[in-house]
């Protein structure tokens, strides 16, 4: 896997990070030294050496564009035979990649540049995820149609999937690991009630420390594997009085608290490859979905459980505070959580049918009180996510089912 290491160099997870050469130095060409690597999969989950193994560039080659004295644009990391310098790992400033007209100016190929902005930007490439696209299709050997995101423990949804082949996140190059408990970080490929389905076994939040764009990057993976559905499934808290513990409220309509913060998963230059620059989110859950889901509900014999509404995603990690959920109700909110709305963007984005529904897992309060019990907590959602995983799969089976039936 391509990679990058902590001097902006491109590495290969060959498994040896030990990169003396013959000299037994780790000294190159150029003057500088050259790093130990790490593949983006390390510098995500593995301890680093510390900053004080490194060196910023602060060079007089590099401290200006293009480098003092250096009216072709040049900075030290180009110039050959060493220049003199003592042998150190120096990490370059950006500063010092820029030449003249502001255009960066080093030894990176446009692959390696290319793949550096994975790592450091919050937006993806498209060639970036038509690569993974790729990956997944090639060895599951098939190309789904219908896109599944588990929930908070939720994941049994993906245990359905037949004649799974199962991804590990961490083997997937370039895609982010899931941190949190209820999210096992898999994607799973196969084929549930005849028709083919990809399934993320954990989802990414923006309290995790993703960007917005990375948490839903996968929904543009899924549309470049050829997914046309988006299937979105949710924990939340229920803030509608009328919603109790286990019931299941179909996702009419959002109101996206972290885009009223000025945070979008579009955020950035808009690839008109994906979508328009100004997408419109009206009629974003797809109404033939609903109608469908209800009357699976009604055969199920859950229609008292089965609600229509609004979610909002906000930050997280914290449950709200009584104010915030005031305010929520006001605004006509009926179901709380941290996820899917991002989601939910980039599939309406580039054009992908969506149905979503939020589990509700807790009642929240919208009273002042003292009781322990009417706190949520991250156990208790799970625990009813378990208890009621039956109910969600089969929802969501017999709605493919109903998708299968009419193409
Ligand atoms: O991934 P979802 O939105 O289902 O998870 C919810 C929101 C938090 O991640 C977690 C809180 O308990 O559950
Ligand atoms: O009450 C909640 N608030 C936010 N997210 C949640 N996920 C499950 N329950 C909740």
Redesign the pocket.
Known sequence: MTGYNSNGDVATSNGNHNNSNSNGTNGNSNGHSKPVEYTAQELHTKQLPKVGNFKMCSRDCCSKQGGANNKAGNSCLDKKGGGGHKEELVVPTPQSLLDNNNRIQCSLSPEEVRALRVLNEDTYPYEVIQEIADFIVKRAGIRPKIGIICG?GLGSLADIIQDAKVFEYEKIPNFPVSTVEGHAGKLVVGTLEGANVMAMQGRFHFYEGYPLAKCSMPVRVMKLCGVEYLFAT????GINPKFNVGDIMLMHDHVNMLGFAGNSPLQGPNDPRFGPRFPALVNSYNRDLINKAIEIGKTMGIESNIHVGVYSC?G?PT??TIAELKALRMMGVDA???STVHEVITARHCDMKVFAFSLI??K?PIEYSDKKDEE?NHEE?MAVAKNRQKACCELVSRLICEIQKGS
């Open positions: 908070s949710n924990a939340a808290g906000l997280g449950y709200e709380v959580g941290m897992t807790n929240c949520a959602v």
